[in-house]
């Protein structure tokens, strides 16, 4: 898969731009400010109908103007596809294949996929539980694009779920019989369709564990392939069978539903009492941990700024590797990477990287760069973007 031809319009910087791409690897030279980025944003855009910089598509949008447009030509397999998507900040925004209108947006969503990675991916290491969620949920999503209908509904049921509680935590009589008699509804919604998001997640991490310690072994020195372990750690007692590294005989959404909904009922009088939900996907946790079977130690707090920079790389070469073992070959984005790294793990990671069909790469000096991800080159300097052969 690789993106052959990028048309911009009022998106970030670029009132207007046309740019054709080639497979293999592409660098984008420029200083910092000067809109490389943008560059890779819009393609990783069209993957997942969301920017991996900012939470909302307002600054996506060049000031001053009220729309954006970002189109791309995708070639998979010998065939291609126009992929386009309107963004209209305030209204709905559109998407097209082939110049023909998809009913939602959302449909667009794993018809290209990309994996980026970024400097400000150390928070999937050094941030919040909502960062490594976030990072599940996007691989996802990718993975099985059916599943983004899925994290909407959660997140709507949530919404109404915390309003009610909310409200019958105030209530009294009749009022909190009736609230709570509602209530029993969203446990049941909340717990059917978060048992489909933490099933997935589940077997994610199962399938994500051997291509984690593997990648951390090529990019971290001195480390072995067993240093590097994730897992998930969900807000309720999981049933019998969903221990790391297990796959459930029976029915896991149905056991995990079960599971959520005796959770519920078990924590009820404590939600109700602080009007939120304590349970659910939306409480879990993925647990980095680096070392060995006699000393575990989790990588927030205690891994030095290099062991978690090599870890959160490892986090998006793991996720490259295993959308390719299912069969796909995603764009892989180096953004603004080689800065970090010195000599020899800048060429550990251009070897590791060379089989990609297509790899897009910024950098603010050419020099940063391993000669065999240079490839082609742009230069990007006003936002004006030049081959330089």
């Known amino acids: 898969m690789h993106v052959s031809h990028l048309t911009l319009h009022n998106f970030r910087s670029y009132a207007d731009l046309d740019l054709v791409l080639e497979p293999g690897a592409t660098a984008f030279i420029g200083r910092n400010g000067q809109g490389k980025t ?14 991996h910089r900012v939470a909302s598509d307002a600054p996506l949008v060049r000031a001053g103007t009220e729309q954006a447009l970002v189109r791309a030509a995708v070639v998979r397999d010998g065939r291609t596809a126009v992929l386009e998507v309107e963004l209209n900040p305030g209204r709905a925004n559109r998407a097209r294949i082939n110049r023909s209108p998809l009913p939602r947006p959302r449909e667009l969503i794993g018809v290209i996929r990309t994996v980026v990675f970024a400097p400000d991916d150390l928070t999937l ?11 599940l949920d996007d691989l996802l999503t990718l ?3 059916r599943l983004v209908g899925a994290r909407a509904d959660y997140d709507r049921i949530l919404r109404q779920r915390n309003t009610l509680l909310k409200t019958a935590g105030f209530a009294r009589g009749d009022a909190r019989q009736s609230a709570l008699s509602t209530l029993d509804v969203w446990d049941s919604n909340l717990a059917s ?3 489909q998001l933490l099933a997935a997640r589940l077997q994610l991490v199962n399938d994500l564990q051997p291509y984690l310690g593997k990648a951390y072994e090529a990019v971290a020195r001195g480390a072995s392939r067993d240093d590097a372990q994730m897992e998930y750690k969900a807000s309720l007692e999981l049933p019998t069978g969903f221990e790391p590294g297990t796959t459930p005989a029976a029915d896991p959404v149905a056991a995990l539903e079960a599971a959520l909904l005796a959770a519920l009922e078990a924590r009820r009088k404590d939600e109700l009492d602080r009007g939120v ?8 946790e993925l647990v980095l941990t680096l070392g060995n079977a006699e000393l575990r130690l989790p990588v927030k707090g205690y891994a030095s700024h290099g062991e978690s920079w090599s870890y959160a790389l490892a986090m998006r070469l793991a996720s490259y590797d295993l959308l390719r073992a299912d069969g796909d070959d995603p764009i892989l984005v180096l953004d603004d990477v080689f800065a970090e790294l010195d000599t020899e793990r800048r060429a550990q990671l251009a070897d590791l990287v060379a089989g990609a069909e297509q790899v897009l790469v910024t950098a603010a000096v050419a020099a940063d760069v391993p000669l065999s991800l240079q490839g082609v080159r742009f230069l990007v300097a006003d936002g004006q973007v030049t081959r330089d052969d």
């Open 38 to 51: 943008n560059l890779i944003e819009a393609i990783d855009y069209l993957s997942r109908l969301s920017s």
């Open 125 to 135: 290491v050094k941030g919040d539980p909502s960062d490594r969620r976030r990072f």
């Open 143 to 145: 993975r099985t694009p």
């Open 193 to 195: 369709v978060g048992a």
């Open 277 to 284: 939900s304590l349970v659910g996907p939306h409480r879990d």
